[in-house]
């Protein structure tokens, strides 16, 4: 029984500057070709040939890849039909970014220094990161898993801004407070940042230093935590997810089970 291949081209509605490609059980190959933005993404199954510049890679399930603007590469099956998952970030948010992680200029950026990457990390960083702008969850846990990933692929590489080492405890306050009193709110990682005065960046990185958690990380907690309440009251596990903001009920299922190791219908059971 042959199966039949089916491609996903997806822009992110919250995230207008990436873009989101699909493929699964593809056997169409690629000349070399170049993109303008920064691209990276995980091989799901099978195996491929990835070229770049004047570098080739064997690659196959559980690799990741990068390519860099302008990087002339090819990336096609060795053998029958492979699934992978890509994103395209545009360059000029990415030199925004990297602006706020370190001392450079807004027109130039630091490249990826590596091609072809096997570890399991970052493999599950992509993961929740591809997930989230598939299933259009909210603009924080998009735009955090993001600035998570390129965090890891530079920060660890190149000195950070001086003026990071400010943990800025004053407006990180502020925006704890903030996020608690809106539950139900789709805050934005630039509202945050601008209630704390502080860069995207900036905030992320303070934020779970001071709180142990990111600020998206923080919410979904907090959102836990409020749904607790409300179950034992008797609310409904749809009117807990819609009233907390959660993008469905699944998503509020998953999120709640890896906490508390119930399901809220679960939970709810033992006092309702």
């Known amino acids: 029984m042959t199966t039949i291949a089916k491609h996903l081209l997806k822009r992110s509605a919250q995230l207008p500057f990436v873009e989101l490609r699909q493929a699964e059980h593809s056997e169409a190959c690629y000349h070399s ?25 064997h690659i196959s399930q559980g690799h990741s890849v990068t390519i860099n603007p302008g990087d002339v590469h090819s990336c096609n099956p060795k053998q029958g039909a492979w699934s992978y998952r890509m994103l395209f970030v545009e360059t000029a948010w990415v030199a925004q970014l990297q602006q706020e992680m370190f001392a450079r200029s807004a027109s130039d950026y630091f490249a990826f220094e590596k091609h072809c990457l096997s570890h399991k990390q970052n493999y599950r960083l992509l993961e929740s990161l591809f997930n989230s702008i598939k299933l259009e969850r909210n603009s924080l846990e998009q735009e955090s898993l993001l600035i998570a990933f390129f965090e890891q692929q530079f920060a660890a590489k190149h000195p950070l801004r001086a003026d990071l080492r400010c943990l800025a405890k004053p407006q990180l306050k502020r925006v704890k407070e903030c996020i608690s009193d809106q539950l139900d709110s789709q805050l934005s990682l630039g509202e945050l940042a601008q209630v704390a005065g502080l860069s995207r960046f900036h905030l992320v990185r303070s934020f779970k230093q001071v709180y142990g958690l990111s600020p998206h990380a923080f919410q979904l907690n907090q ?41 809220p219908k679960q939970y709810q059971g033992f006092f309702v």
Not at 42 to 54: H, L, S, V
Not at 230 to 258: C, M, P, V
């Open 223 to 263: 959102r836990i935590n409020r749904a607790k309440a409300l179950l034992r009251e008797g609310s409904s596990i749809a009117d807990t997810a819609l009233d907390l903001g959660f993008a469905d009920q699944s998503h509020f299922q998953r999120n709640f089970k890896k906490r508390l190791a119930l399901t």
């Open 33 to 57: 070709h170049s993109h303008d933005e920064f691209s990276f993404g995980i091989i799901d199954t099978g195996e491929a040939i990835y070229k770049n510049m004047q570098r080739q890679h």
